[in-house]
């Protein structure tokens, strides 16, 4: 019971970050509130969890972000 429950939260965690793909644009809500904007997706793990670390990119700067802070546009 409990690896059946594993395998449908893995499935979830798929489907909440399918927007999160090389090249995408997505909108970067920053905790600290600088830099919220569009930006583009740069590097992104093969399996992404809520602790991953994304690389996101604009015409003026870069951040290593996690996956719970993008948005799709």
Known sequence: M??????????QEKSKYNFIKKGNI????????ISDG?????????????DSIILIASKSSEAEV?????HSV
């Open 38 to 50: 569009e930006y583009e997706v740069i590097s992104v793990p093969e399996e992404i969890e809520d």
């Open 66 to 70: 996690y996956p719970t802070e993008l």
């Open 26 to 33: 997505v909108f970067w809500h920053d905790p600290e509130g």
């Open 2 to 11: 409990i690896l059946k429950e594993k395998s449908i939260n893995t499935k």
